[in-house]
């Protein structure tokens, strides 16, 4: 009997309808499995009640637990990047999150925007996205705001050791893979000191991965890919913003944002990895119990997997990809979704 505990953080807008439905899934996919979970309200409420975003105590309990479930950060009444900077990013910066991986994987039964071209090929590939670095940072500032001299920086910063670290994980996920293929994407002719960084350690690192072919593309040019032959791709690696992008494009190829499922990793696990639906907090119908869990559910399995529990996540997947194949058109309600995916394992 193995038994984890699992710090829940529902956050903003429908992020809590979400998680909810991600619970719900963990706790009917059994096995010799005690998942014992713990709330913590972070986002807009606790900040209007307190003023605070993510405070120490919090951020020292969330690092005793095995896994983090993350619904969404992010509130229109609160001021742009307060709490995207004040709570989510901290929590990856902290925990050391520096694998972002957000699969991309269109399912039977869901319709791609790219339609035939993408189902008769197949669409299977994998972002790990730099979690820690980049523009991220914070690393920049304003000089003589309000002037007609304004002048505004935001600095990426790019590391050899953040690079190499994620270049390979990147490179190791690859060879586990079928195609064993890694595309890094970047922009070294204009960003020509980080890319060429980017560029140096892929060419490095790679010599220890022999069987991994890689190839390489400006993101620019990735986004015409993305968009019209996805189904090149198994796994790209790229750095923290333009994997912020891709990835939206990736979800809409793979049927929509209501499908991404994604990871903050660390692989080293000296902190806890948290699991996310790459979608925000959608206030706009947060309340409503209409948005779609399956990526808060594709989420929860991605966290099993990464508590080592892979039958289970695997019967999760297969649960999900049945509910998909069924789902049609048919317009279900957050928990009815949930309870058609829970009630198939
Ligand atoms: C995401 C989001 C975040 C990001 C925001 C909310 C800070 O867009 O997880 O993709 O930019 O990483
Ligand atoms: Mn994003």
Same mark, same amino acid.
């Given at each position: 009997?193995?038994?984890?505990?699992?710090?829940?953080?529902?956050?903003?807008?429908? %992020?809590?309808?979400?998680?909810?439905?991600?619970?719900?899934?963990?706790?009917?996919?059994?096995?010799?499995?005690?998942?014992?979970?713990?709330?913590?309200?972070?986002?807009?409420?606790?900040?209007?009640?307190? %003023? +605070?975003?993510?405070?120490?105590?919090?951020?020292?309990?969330?690092?005793?637990?095995?896994?983090?479930?993350?619904?969404?950060?992010?509130?229109?009444?609160?001021?742009?990047?307060?709490?995207?900077?004040?709570?989510?990013?901290?929590?990856? $910066?902290?925990?050391?999150?520096?694998?972002?991986?957000?699969?991309?994987?269109? $399912?039977?039964?869901?319709?791609?925007?790219?339609?035939?071209?993408?189902?008769?090929?197949?669409?299977?590939?994998?972002?790990?996205?730099?979690?820690? +670095?980049?523009?991220?940072?914070?690393?920049?500032?304003?000089?003589?705001?309000?002037?007609?001299?304004?002048?505004?920086? +935001?600095?990426?910063?790019?590391?050899?050791?953040?690079?190499?670290?994620?270049?390979?994980?990147?490179?190791?996920?690859?060879?586990?893979?079928?195609?064993?293929?890694?595309?890094?994407?970047?922009?070294?002719?204009?960003?020509?000191?980080?890319?060429?960084?980017?560029?140096?350690?892929?060419?490095?690192?790679?010599?220890?991965?022999?069987?991994?072919?890689?190839?390489?593309?400006?993101? &620019?040019?990735?986004?015409? $890919?993305?968009?019209?032959?996805?189904?090149?791709? &198994?796994?790209?690696?790229? &750095?923290?913003?333009?994997?912020?992008?891709?990835?939206?494009?990736?979800?809409?190829?793979?049927?929509?944002?209501?499908?991404?499922?994604?990871?903050?990793?660390?692989?080293?696990?000296?902190?806890?990895?948290?699991?996310?639906?790459?979608?925000?907090?959608?206030?706009?119908?947060?309340?409503?119990?209409?948005?779609?869990?399956?990526?808060?559910?594709?989420?929860?399995?991605?966290?099993?997997?990464?508590?080592?529990?892979?039958?289970?996540?695997?019967?999760?997947?297969?649960?999900?990809?049945?509910?998909?194949? +069924?789902?049609?058109?048919?317009?279900?309600?957050?928990?009815?979704?949930? &309870?058609?995916?829970?009630?198939?394992?």
């Amino acid at each position: 009997q193995q038994s984890f505990d699992i710090a829940v953080i529902g956050g903003d807008g429908i %992020g809590p309808e979400v998680v909810a439905e991600g619970l719900k899934v963990i706790d009917a996919v059994g096995g010799d499995v005690t998942v014992r979970t713990t709330e913590y309200d972070l986002g807009a409420t606790r900040w209007h009640r307190t %003023g +605070e975003t993510l405070p120490d105590s919090v951020l020292s309990e969330l690092r005793g637990h095995d896994g983090i479930l993350l619904g969404a950060i992010g509130d229109p009444g609160v001021p742009s990047g307060v709490l995207e900077r004040g709570v989510l990013l901290p929590l990856r $910066f902290a925990l050391d999150h520096y694998v972002n991986l957000r699969p991309a994987k269109l $399912f039977p039964g869901v319709t791609s925007p790219l339609a035939d071209h993408v189902t008769s090929k197949g669409l299977d590939f994998v972002v790990v996205r730099e979690g820690t +670095e980049g523009p991220y940072t914070g690393n920049g500032g304003a000089l003589r705001v309000g002037t007609p001299a304004e002048v505004a920086t +935001e600095v990426s910063v790019n590391t050899r050791f953040g690079i190499e670290r994620v270049v390979r994980d990147a490179f190791a996920r690859a060879q586990a893979r079928p195609r064993q293929h890694l595309t890094l994407v970047h922009k070294h002719n204009v960003l020509t000191h980080a890319g060429h960084l980017w560029r140096r350690t892929v060419e490095e690192v790679g010599a220890e991965f022999p069987d991994v072919e890689t190839a390489y593309q400006h993101v &620019d040019a990735a986004t015409i $890919f993305l968009a019209t032959d996805p189904a090149r791709f &198994d796994v790209i690696v790229t &750095d923290n913003l333009f994997g912020d992008i891709i990835t939206d494009i990736a979800a809409a190829v793979a049927g929509g944002i209501g499908l991404a499922a994604s990871g903050n990793i660390n692989p080293t696990r000296e902190s806890p990895s948290m699991f996310e639906p790459v979608h925000g907090s959608a206030p706009d119908i947060a309340g409503q119990g209409k948005a779609d869990p399956t990526a808060a559910i594709l989420s929860a399995s991605m966290l099993l997997a990464h508590l080592g529990l892979g039958a289970q996540a695997e019967r999760v997947e297969t649960a999900v990809a049945a509910d998909l194949a +069924e789902r049609g058109t048919a317009s279900r309600a957050t928990s009815q979704i949930g &309870d058609a995916i829970a009630a198939r394992l």
